[in-house]
């Protein structure tokens, strides 16, 4: 994630850079360190340094890593032929390299050419089999022709071998829920809490695929996630207050007779509409009698 301090240094250099101020190495070094995709940006200013004997010649070795980045910017824009000509330019000076061969994959990929990039990364997988890059391009490339299916079986392929891998738990889950296979959703979001237990993101997608599976069992292991999900945003995740609120709904409504069940989550659906009014009234009071209106037709004490 990019800090307050390094995105108002970006768009600083930026705008220097647009207006004629010089620092356009600088630009495209930040941008590259804080991994971020200004590609119409990169593209302009990088073309500018490429296209200057002068100014490439200073580069040095860093001439080759803004090949690269013009190359994978060019793409994004859909100029291939500037993408095709910084690709052979790397090919000819890293005859080989497995690192261009994944940027000659990319580019077939930009193309529409799935067969000839899943056969270039087959390729390239021969002699690096735990390259991760690689199977995530393949994955990426699998999902690009609609094939959810073969993405699935990917994906699980390289989650046993990366299970450390946070982003694919998280594009695995993702994927499960467009399907909806909560179950296995549920298992992925499981694997990313474990892994980082103090990302709120995890905690509220899980509640949420919980309460959409619904039985009391699954509803009360929601509205617990809901409440951490709270307690990790700082008590400020308005999602997640709504999210207590139908999860307090639906267990009262499963729990009649149970007293301390349904008094129990009584009592976190007051807290939560109250947090929620409180909330409405600082930051939309015009909002509030739609709110009000809501809390009402879930039948909810405020």
């Known amino acids: 994630m990019v800090g307050f301090a390094e995105e108002g240094e970006l768009n ?35 073309l500018s340094i490429l296209n200057d004997p002068k100014s490439r010649s200073k580069l040095g070795p860093d001439e080759w890593t803004l090949y690269e980045q013009v190359a994978i910017a060019a793409m994004d824009c859909h100029k291939l032929d500037i993408a095709k000509d910084c690709v052979q330019t ?63 079986e990917l994906l699980n392929k390289y989650l046993e071998v990366f299970m450390a891998d946070h982003d694919a738990w998280r594009e695995l889950a993702e994927i499960y829920v467009s399907l909806q296979m909560y179950k296995q959703s549920a298992f992925c979001y499981e694997e990313l809490i474990l892994g980082q237990p103090s990302v709120p993101l995890y905690h509220i997608a899980y509640a949420e695929v919980l309460y959409t599976l619904g039985g009391l069992e699954n509803l009360n292991t929601a509205k617990k996630y809901y409440a951490s999900t709270i307690e990790l945003s700082g008590g400020k995740n308005t999602r997640a207050l709504f999210g207590i609120c139908l999860c307090s709904t639906a267990i009262s409504q499963l729990t009649k007779g149970r007293n301390r069940e349904e008094r129990e989550s009584t009592d976190l659906q007051s807290l939560a509409a109250t947090a929620l009014l409180k909330e409405y009234k600082q930051k939309a009071p015009a909002k509030l009698p739609s709110l009000s209106s809501v809390l009402k037709s879930i039948k909810l004490p405020f």
């Open 12 to 46: 600083r250099l930026e705008s220097q850079v647009d207006n004629g101020g010089g620092g356009a190495w600088e630009y495209l070094s930040l941008v590259r360190k804080l991994k971020v995709r200004r590609s119409e940006k990169v593209l302009k200013h990088g």
């Open 90 to 152: 790397l090919s000819k000076r890293f005859p080989g390299s497995t690192r261009i061969g994944k940027l000659e994959g990319m580019w077939l990929e930009a193309k529409g050419s799935w067969a000839e990039a899943e056969k270039a990364y087959s390729r390239l997988l021969e002699d690096n089999p735990l390259d991760p890059i690689i199977h995530k391009r393949r994955v990426a490339v699998a999902k690009a022709q609609g094939n959810v299916s073969g993405a699935i």
